[in-house]
């Protein structure tokens, strides 16, 4: 039971707080809910995995809670976690790309935005990949492309089943144009998984855009999305300077997609490892 | 054969002082520039289109058709720009819909089944973002062509013409060869839409074409492209003849390259030419 319940927090019971340390307070431990607009306590939405408890909203999960919640427990080992980019464009905006990388290092622990992982799910080996949207967006370089290219060969080779979880804005610009022919290199693998008649589950959760729909996202043997997920090519923003007028509610979310025939499910969060796996035993006996 | 008004008309000569890579840039997208049917008036035969994804609609901002090319019978599959407003209008300013990347897909499935070569035609500023294009799954229709053309039996040759605009343009572009005119561009985004993102300035495009590494030498240098196709001096809006007689004997030669290979062999060469693409990671 949590102690907003326990003990109402109103203006009078709390302590007394200038406004702006107040304001800090209040961002460390409470979030406001989209889906239902009402206020929850941080604790109850991670344990949730990142569900509202009330309504059910997804908010978003990054990818080390991610494979906790895919693969049992404890029997899984990560890939080429040391991959880093070399900086092929020796990009520099407001500061170099390289520099900001090793922020982004830093601030998740991760070496880019995927983590590739070999485990069980549900007692079956498989391979996963899953992006991290908090690292440069979830964009995808020449990291992203050659760790989840060696997931699908690793898949091959071993004749495991592949899941990928995309988050992702989409190619990584720093990267130029070798982070656009990583769509090709990642999707010709998947030709090879194709022709090894070994399943690939494609998972889209928000947001997954850009070039990262337009290859390996979409290209599953079942395409599955949380609810509630903004998928598709182009942004939406660049779709409104385009065609010069307001979207329709709900475009481009996992609920339109399914209706325009592009997802085979769209799967609530908490039922993600269960619906995979019953999946994977249509398809491997 | 020279079409008047591209030879007769004074180009908007960009000034010297332009950043080199912007400067390719507004040649690729130059008004006066050759589009892909200005290319197959002058390097092929007995042009035939054809149309339809068979499933939705006909795109006209990508034509397909067989000719008569270098003594073999070639499908072409091309992104292709309007000039007058008219035809732009009709082209979509050269942002092909999902069924035009369908309708390439099925044209080439078809070249295939009957063991015919493909040359593909990049010229797009992007695939189009539109309701209807997503409505329809663009991002589909393009992940989709980049895995079936991965496995082509066929000689797969693509050359950027223009303007190879991001995943609108490597949706036709997964091939044995690689070719860029000269004064072509090939980027994951449009320079605009990069200093947009990085600057909230569009102002600064000059500076992101120079920082995206996007011209003909940057993209060969590295190693995403085989080779430079060069155009005549000025740039191939000067002259169309020249610029379509030297993409004329570069795909001939490829081609006879490529016919020695068998089916597996070159779904293998296409394999192995994309799979080491971006090593940079240490
Ligand atoms: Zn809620």
């Known amino acids: 039971m949590s102690w907003f319940k326990r003990d109402k927090p109103t203006d009078e019971k709390l302590p007394k707080l200038e406004d702006s340390q107040r304001k800090v307070r209040t961002e460390g431990l409470w979030q406001k809910c989209e889906g239902c607009r009402q206020i929850i306590w941080k604790k109850d939405l991670e344990v949730n995995w990142n569900v509202c ?13 991610r ?29 170099p790309y390289s520099e900001r990388l090793k922020a982004f290092q830093a601030s998740t622990g ?8 070999s485990g069980r799910l549900d007692g079956r080996t498989v391979q996963v990949c899953v992006m991290d ?74 947001p997954t855009t850009g070039g990262v729909t337009a290859s390996y996202a979409m290209l599953g043997d079942l395409n599955i999305a949380e609810p509630g997920a903004l998928i598709g090519f182009a942004g939406p923003r660049v779709i409104e300077q385009t065609i010069r007028q307001k979207l329709p509610e709900g475009f481009q979310r996992s609920e339109f997609l399914l209706k325009h025939g592009m997802l085979d499910a769209i799967v609530p969060r908490l039922e993600m490892k269960q619906y995979i796996s019953r999946a994977l035993k249509f398809f491997m006996a | ?47 035939h289109e054809i149309h339809g994804d068979r499933l939705f ?74 309701i209807d294009a997503e409505e329809r799954g663009q991002a589909e229709a393009i992940a989709r062509n980049l895995r079936e053309m991965a496995r082509l039996p066929v000689p797969v040759v693509v050359v ?38 990085l600057f909230r300035d569009t102002g600064r ?34 002259d169309w003849d020249t610029a379509a007689a030297n993409l004329r004997l570069h795909l001939a030669g490829r081609f006879r390259e490529l016919s020695i290979m068998s089916a597996d062999q070159l779904v293998e060469h296409r394999y192995a030419k994309f799979r080491k693409m971006g090593n940079f990671f240490a």
């Not at chain 2, 004074?10 to 589009?35: F, I, M, S």
């Not at chain 2, 901002?61 to 009709?90: P, S, Y």
């Not at chain 2, 950027?160 to 091939?175: D, F, N, P, Q, T």
Request: a negative charge.
């Open chain 1, 133 to 206: 949207i908090r690292f440069i967006g979830g964009s995808m370089g020449s990291v992203v492309g050659e760790k989840i290219a060696r997931a699908i060969e690793r898949s091959i080779g071993g004749h495991m089943p592949l899941v990928i979880v995309s988050a992702s804005g989409g190619a990584r610009m720093q990267e130029g144009a070798v982070s656009l022919m990583q769509m090709a290199k990642i999707s010709a693998a998947l030709m090879r998984m194709d022709e090894a008649h070994l399943p690939y589950i494609s998972v889209l959760t928000d």
């Open chain 1, 53 to 65: 408890t009330k309504c059910g909203h997804h908010f978003r999960l990054d990818a080390p809670a």
């Open chain 2, 57 to 130: 609609g006909d795109d006209p901002a990508i034509v397909t058709g067989f000719a008569d090319f270098d003594g073999r019978q070639v499908l072409f599959v091309m992104e292709q720009k309007g000039r007058t407003t008219k035809e732009k209008i009709h082209r979509n300013f050269g942002m092909p819909k999902p069924e035009g990347y369908r309708k390439a897909l099925r044209a080439m499935q078809m070249a295939a089944k009957f063991d015919r070569p493909i040359v593909t035609f990049l010229d797009t500023a992007g695939a189009y973002p539109g």
């Open chain 1, 110 to 117: 991760l070496s880019d935005a995927v983590i590739a992982a």
């Open chain 2, 160 to 197: 950027c013409i223009s303007e190879g605009g991001s995943g609108g343009a490597l949706a036709l572009g997964v091939g044995n060869v690689i070719l860029m005119m000269e004064n072509a561009v090939y980027s994951v985004i449009s320079p605009e839409n990069c200093a947009n993102i």
């Open chain 1, 67 to 95: 494979i906790k919640l895919l693969l049992d427990e404890g029997v899984f080992e990560t890939h080429d976690h040391c991959l880093t980019s070399s900086d092929p464009l020796h990009f520099v905006d407001s500061k």
């Open chain 2, 1 to 47: 054969m020279v079409d008047p008004e591209g030879k007769t008309a004074t180009p908007e000569e960009p000034p010297r002082e332009l950043d080199p890579a912007w400067r390719r840039v507004l040649l690729a997208r130059h008004p006066k520039r050759p589009h892909s049917l200005d290319y197959i008036q002058r390097i092929c035969n007995d042009f």
């Open chain 2, 205 to 238: 495009a000059e500076w992101a074409a120079g920082a995206l590494k996007l011209t003909a030498e940057d993209l060969n240098a590295l190693g995403m492209i085989d080779e430079i196709i060069p155009e005549p001096p000025g740039g191939a809006q000067d």
